[in-house]
């Protein structure tokens, strides 16, 4: 060999490593932005309590008196994966009337917040007549600190607390399911798996996980979906074993027969209202589709509180209190 050729074969050889290395930081790179950005999924910085109750009171979500009349037991429940979920169960004078003794009212929170924060739609329920129960997801307030998968598991730790409702209030009871944002999704996740409640209310979800990651990649984190979307989906699975494509509210909604309630604020960047149109599209059921004016993330209860009441009212009283 001469020495040109030698030349050219090692000039070539480092050309190559040097691309390997480049490469291989890159891809190092993208796994370490990946894994942060699943952490933000999976480990959210979840508010305090303290903090929910004193922002729900600050944004008129909770008032002081009415929350303190409210009879409240709590319960801690036994998810199937080995932590705890804590839950409260709320009744007043109204709920305990003979005539509303099969009026079960479950309430999911959503994401980062907690129990309390399902206490406004509690309140308007118990004066439909409903008893209310309230609790934390896995990984927020006081239930078991697994990690948070978007309606994934959550939807089987709902199936667990309906269950207890069923086992503590009797089989006769018809149960209403109300989620907000995240606890929307689950709602809807749920019919996925069981069909066994009377009616859904769904304020502000989204249709499904991938689609939504790929709308806040863009909105939110400014980064390109087409590049990191196949490495969340990696991360996600080897981390909680779950796939993102498993969280799809969306697929519940078309099989399931329950009529639901969709809520949505027009105004809604985080997760767009145009999923909740998409959703109500694709329902089968009994439906009705509530766009809340100028509302934005899980604040139509807020912006309109009469209107929301009435609205949740009419549809209990057309698709739950007439089938009975």
């Given at each position: 060999?001469?020495?040109?050729?030698?030349?050219?074969?090692?000039a070539?050889?480092?050309?190559?490593?040097l691309m390997v290395?480049?490469?291989?930081?890159v891809?190092?790179?993208?796994?370490?932005?990946?894994?942060?950005?699943?952490?933000?999924?999976?480990?959210p910085?979840?508010?305090?309590?303290?903090?929910i109750?004193?922002?729900?009171?600050?944004?008129?979500?909770?008032?002081?008196d009415?929350?303190?009349?409210?009879?409240?037991?709590?319960?801690?429940?036994p998810?199937?994966?080995?932590?705890?979920l804590?839950?409260?169960?709320?009744?007043?004078?109204v709920t305990?009337?003979?005539?509303?003794?099969?009026?079960?009212?479950?309430?999911?929170?959503?994401?980062?917040?907690?129990?309390?924060?399902?206490?406004?739609?509690?309140?308007?329920?118990?004066?439909?007549?409903?008893?209310?129960?309230?609790?934390?997801?896995?990984?927020?307030?006081?239930?078991g600190?697994?990690?948070?998968?978007?309606?994934?598991y959550?939807?089987?730790?709902?199936?667990?607390?309906?269950?207890?409702?069923?086992?503590?209030?009797?089989?006769?009871?018809?149960?209403?399911?109300?989620?907000?944002?995240?606890?929307?999704?689950?709602?809807?996740?749920?019919?996925?798996?069981?069909d066994?409640?009377?009616?859904t209310?769904?304020?502000?979800?989204?249709?499904?996980?991938?689609?939504?990651?790929?709308?806040?990649m863009?909105?939110?984190?400014?980064?390109?979906?087409?590049?990191?979307?196949?490495?969340?989906?990696?991360?996600?699975?080897?981390?909680?074993?779950?796939?993102?494509?498993d969280?799809?509210?969306?697929?519940?909604?078309?099989?399931?027969?329950?009529?639901?309630?969709?809520?949505?604020?027009?105004?809604?960047?985080?997760?767009?209202?145009?999923?909740?149109?998409?959703?109500?599209k694709?329902?089968?059921?009994p439906?009705k589709?509530?766009?809340?004016k100028?509302?934005?993330?899980?604040?139509?209860?807020?912006?309109?509180?009469?209107?929301?009441?009435?609205?949740?009212?009419?549809?209990?009283?057309?698709?739950?209190?007439?089938?009975?």
């Amino acid at each position: 060999m001469t020495m040109l050729g030698l030349t050219i074969r090692t000039a070539l050889s480092r050309k190559d490593r040097l691309m390997v290395i480049g490469i291989s930081i890159v891809v190092l790179i993208l796994l370490l932005a990946t894994y942060q950005l699943s952490n933000i999924i999976l480990k959210p910085r979840v508010k305090t309590p303290e903090d929910i109750y004193k922002r729900e009171v600050e944004n008129g979500r909770i008032v002081p008196d009415l929350f303190k009349s409210m009879e409240k037991t709590k319960i801690q429940i036994p998810s199937r994966y080995g932590y705890t979920l804590s839950a409260v169960v709320l009744e007043n004078d109204v709920t305990k009337r003979i005539e509303n003794n099969h009026k079960v009212a479950v309430l999911c929170h959503g994401y980062t917040y907690g129990k309390l924060g399902a206490i406004v739609y509690a309140h308007i329920l118990m004066e439909l007549g409903f008893t209310a129960i309230i609790y934390d997801h896995r990984n927020h307030g006081e239930s078991g600190k697994k990690y948070t998968t978007m309606g994934y598991y959550e939807k089987y730790d709902l199936e667990t607390v309906i269950d207890w409702c069923y086992v503590n209030f009797g089989k006769d009871i018809r149960i209403v399911t109300h989620g907000e944002s995240m606890g929307a999704a689950t709602v809807l996740n749920y019919l996925n798996i069981k069909d066994n409640v009377a009616l859904t209310i769904a304020d502000c979800g989204y249709s499904d996980l991938r689609t939504l990651l790929r709308h806040q990649m863009k909105t939110i984190f400014h980064i390109p979906h087409v590049i990191f979307m196949p490495f969340a989906i990696f991360c996600l699975k080897l981390r909680a074993g779950f796939n993102i494509k498993d969280v799809s509210p969306i697929d519940g909604v078309k099989k399931s027969k329950t009529p639901i309630l969709f809520i949505h604020g027009d105004k809604d960047t985080y997760v767009p209202y145009q999923m909740s149109i998409k959703m109500y599209k694709e329902c089968k059921a009994p439906k009705k589709l509530y766009l809340a004016k100028g509302a934005v993330h899980a604040n139509s209860v807020v912006v309109d509180y009469e209107q929301y009441k009435r609205v949740v009212r009419d549809f209990i009283k057309k698709f739950y209190d007439n089938e009975r």
